[in-house]
């Protein structure tokens, strides 16, 4: 069975939400898109979490859960959150995001139970906690050697495992000895699996790809999202196939150009400045319009961390297809600014009607 999965999308009490984003919503244009398994996103929340019981009812034996009245639904939900954890180390502040996949609405709750001790999970639907990844890592695999973690968009700048700004340099230095639990990384918007294979340090994970979104429509759900050929849908096949990184089962994931993420470029977004790694380097790093120290893009850091060339492959590494949503092309071709106008979904919904 192909399974479509976006594990990374955030509920409505996450910060620039739309307030619309309910699990019925999210459901519905799951099935637009085409995505049969999406995260829900945000459990850490007890309001969204309340949510989650009240909407959804398990799957019998799967480890997933669909709409409540559904009798044959074609979404199924996984129990997910994205922390992030603020720590000092070597003298330096890190906050790092990371996304958890959870089997039951009950590991969910005895997760919450120990996170609170860190910090506020009411503030925010992706709660900042007091403690180190490793602890994260640690306190979550206690409850269950189901759970999975993985660092949230490696990449970008802030917030990430390699972020220029407060990143590590290995998966290693930021999960100590609870490495042995991290078995995947996300790519996020601004990095694709080639500009990961250029790290031979990252041989060893399997690299997913989530749309991160903050909106059910169809060009925010599932711009990204991971491709499985599964024996049957479960929490467990899922897990095992990213664990294994193994592509007969974890064919591809889907990848918007790296250069449509905000952070792929080094550059100004205020001054109108977006330097490739080189011209950056041959500008010392500095704004050009304001002087001032520019953020480093996602493809310059993954050039200083790079040890092979830009167009190696590893063997065994599943694949990947580079799409963009469907409504942003027809906005483009017909030249009009949202993907939202009425123009845009009459073909779209013209197109995936047939
Ligand atoms: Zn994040
Ligand atoms: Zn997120």
Not at 125 to 131: A, D, S, T, V
Not at 321 to 332: C, D, G, H, T, V
């Amino acid at each position: 069975m192909k399974v479509i999965a976006d594990l990374h999308i955030h509920g409505r009490y996450s910060r620039a939400t739309s307030q619309q984003m309910s699990l019925r919503e999210i459901s519905r244009f799951a099935k637009v898109k085409g995505v049969n398994l999406v995260g829900t996103g945000d459990f850490t929340h007890p309001k969204w979490l309340k949510e989650i019981k009240e909407t959804l009812v398990p799957e019998e034996g799967t480890g997933l859960y669909k709409v409540s009245g559904e009798t044959e639904p074609y979404v199924h939900f996984m129990v997910t959150t994205e922390v992030c954890t603020i720590f000092n180390f070597e003298n330096e502040t890190k906050k790092v995001h990371h996304v958890i996949l959870t089997p039951s609405v009950e590991t969910a709750c005895q997760i919450n139970d120990v996170l609170k001790r860190y910090g506020d999970l009411d503030a925010d639907g992706r709660p900042m906690l007091n403690m180190t990844a490793p602890q994260l890592v640690e306190e979550v695999m206690a409850i269950s050697s189901a759970n999975m973690v993985f660092p949230a968009h490696a990449w970008t700048p802030w917030f990430s495992i390699f972020g220029a700004f407060s990143g590590f340099n290995s998966v290693e230095e930021c999960y100590q000895d609870m490495v042995k639990h991290i078995h995947a990384l996300e790519t996020g918007l601004s990095s694709d699996p080639p500009m990961n294979w250029r790290l031979s340090r990252l041989d060893r994970y399997t690299l997913l790809s989530n749309s991160d979104s903050h909106s059910f429509w169809p060009w925010r759900l599932g711009r990204e999202a991971n491709v499985f050929e599964l024996e049957k849908i479960s929490y467990i096949e899922v897990v095992d196939a990213v664990r294994c990184k193994d592509p007969a089962r974890l064919k591809f994931t889907i990848e918007t150009d790296p250069a449509y993420g905000k952070y792929h470029w080094t550059g100004h977004r205020g001054c109108n400045v977006s330097l490739s790694p080189q011209e950056a380097q041959k500008l010392g790093n500095v704004c050009p319009v304001c002087r001032r120290k520019l953020t480093k893009g996602v493809e310059q850091r993954v050039e200083e961390l790079a040890d092979r060339p830009a167009d190696f492959k590893p063997e065994n590494a599943p694949g990947f297809m580079r799409l963009l949503p469907l409504s942003e092309i027809i906005a483009a071709v017909l030249g009009v600014d949202s993907p939202s106008t009425q123009a845009v979904w009459k073909i779209y919904d013209a197109l995936i009607g047939r």
